[in-house]
């Protein structure tokens, strides 16, 4: 933090206030008219408070008042976007200095000398309230901003760029060496007038064809990274859809973007009556599951739907497992299957009990398949059950260690996506059950910051006031 004189005539808190001053004259004008210096009342507050200050100045902040007139509000909007990025400058600071003092630290004490960055990062964006797996590419982002692009870290201190628009110039620069990242960056700046107020593609752009001059001799490690990195995933959008997203390399989505043009235009040359997207659509689905009727699958479906909902025609959402709330009439839906082509279904029953919806035994009683604490952990956990994180479930994890004598069962699982499972290996990373309704476990992380993570509540758990809104589905013959 920074740090102010309190001499005689500094300007300083002690220089506008004398013992003698009545409380009446401590309001800000009265001050200001005995000479306080704002801006090193404000640097000696916040040098004396630290983290406390910054907490206090941001509860005031949300008390200030809306202006009125529309020229004062927009006034009022670009200010605290300047707020932000210069937060955001500072936050970059703050999270390097921690780095450099964990890992000087554990080589002192000789701990992961190996990795002495474990585990930092998912602190860090537990502390953000984001994903742990994101920490690290946010300290990365933060190492790059405060020891490669000082101009890029001044400009985002001083409100000429925001946040979006650096990570557009660390997303572009991050692989050049740093001579050419250093040219770049005061280039930026220099051409001020012309570089920024673009927005992000413009932007990205600029920078991407200033870059281009200074990778030719990585062209062919840029070639060997895009197809290390290459990925699809799929996850949901809303009540309805899914959605597929990837990253490819040139190759590869030049290949497929072929596939769908040349499917497309068959279908339009044979009068099919679906758009280009929804033919496009269809052709993925085909030709990663080899069914081109969706109607037709079949699948195993774990659902978690209270007795009324299934039976009563009772609105209460139901919880599909690998997907998440459905709305009731969904999930009679898919139970049902279709008159014409009724679905070859796997059906689960799983029990809440009332008021918690913590899941408390699994029925052995099931159709085509049995019972086991794999799904059950699964089916209650829905996502990795790391704070903040909400990833797919990869493992199953003891929530203390099977090596610190954790018991396999139930209350000391957790579902994980395979990075959180690695970092809480960290040292001085502890985690701990805590009995209660429904599942719940403690996380101390490395820096001694302590957060909790809930199960998910279950169908039943909450009271719906309303009636019944459909029929019960026909029974089905065993």
């Known amino acids: 933090m920074a740090t102010s004189s309190s001499d005689p005539g500094s300007g300083s808190i002690t ?32 040098a004396l408070t630290g983290v406390d200050g910054i907490r206090t100045v941001t509860l005031a902040l949300g008390r200030t008042p809306i202006e009125v007139e529309p020229f004062e509000m927009v006034e009022g909007i670009g200010a605290l976007e300047s707020l932000k990025s210069c937060a955001g400058a500072v936050q970059a600071e703050i999270t390097c200095a921690h780095v450099d003092a964990v890992t000087s630290d554990r080589a002192e004490r000789g701990v992961r000398q190996k990795h002495p960055e474990w585990g930092i990062g998912a602190d ?24 490669g692009l000082p101009f890029t870290l001044q400009g985002l201190k001083y409100g000429v760029i925001n946040a979006a628009e650096a990570q557009v110039i660390y997303r572009e620069t991050r692989h050049l060496d740093p001579a050419a990242r250093a040219e770049i960056d005061a280039r930026l700046f220099t051409d001020v007038h012309t570089c920024f107020g673009l927005g992000g593609k413009k932007l990205g752009s600029m920078v991407r064809h200033w870059a281009l001059a200074y990778v030719s001799e990585n062209e062919t490690d840029l070639a060997a990274k895009a197809l290390k990195d290459r990925y699809v995933n799929i996850y949901p959008l809303d009540a309805h859809r899914m959605k597929l997203v990837g990253i490819l390399p040139t190759e ?82 898919l139970l049902a299957g279709s008159p014409a082509k009724p679905l070859d279904s796997w059906v689960r029953r799983l029990y809440t009990a009332p008021g918690t919806g913590d899941l408390v035994a699994m029925d052995q009683k099931t159709r085509l398949f049995s019972g086991g604490l794999k799904q059950f952990i699964n089916v209650r956990d829905q996502f990795c059950r790391t704070p903040y994180c909400g990833g797919r479930i990869q493992h199953l994890d003891h929530v203390v260690q099977s090596a610190r004598g954790g018991a396999t069962r139930a ?57 019944p809104v459909s029929p019960p589905p026909p029974r089905r013959r065993q």
């Open 124 to 147: 860090v964006a537990m502390a953000r309230h984001e994903s742990p797996r994101s920490g690290v590419e946010y300290v990365n982002f933060c190492q790059l901003l405060v020891s």
């Open 411 to 467: 209350e000391n699982a957790s579902s994980r996506c395979a990075w959180c499972n690695a970092t809480k290996e960290a040292p001085g990373w502890e985690e701990s059950p805590i009995p209660g309704d429904r599942h719940t476990l403690r996380v101390t992380t490395s820096s001694r910051h302590v957060h909790t993570s809930t199960a998910p509540r279950m169908p039943g758990t909450d009271y719906y006031p309303v009636r």
């Open 252 to 333: 590869y989505g030049v290949a497929i973007a072929q596939v769908l043009a040349r499917e497309t235009g068959r279908a339009q040359a044979a009068g099919d009556g679906r758009n280009c997207a929804q033919v496009a659509a269809d052709t993925v689905l085909e030709g990663l599951t080899g069914v081109s009727d969706p109607a037709s699958f079949s699948v195993q479906l774990g659902v978690v739907m209270t007795d009324r909902t299934l039976f009563q025609g009772h609105p209460e959402p139901a919880y599909l497992q690998g997907y998440g709330i459905i709305s009731a009439q969904k999930a009679r839906e």
């Open 15 to 46: 220089d506008a206030v004398r013992a003698d001053v009545p409380p009446a004259e401590l309001s800000y004008g009265a001050l200001v008219g005995r000479g306080l210096d704002i801006d090193a009342f404000l640097a000696e507050y916040f």
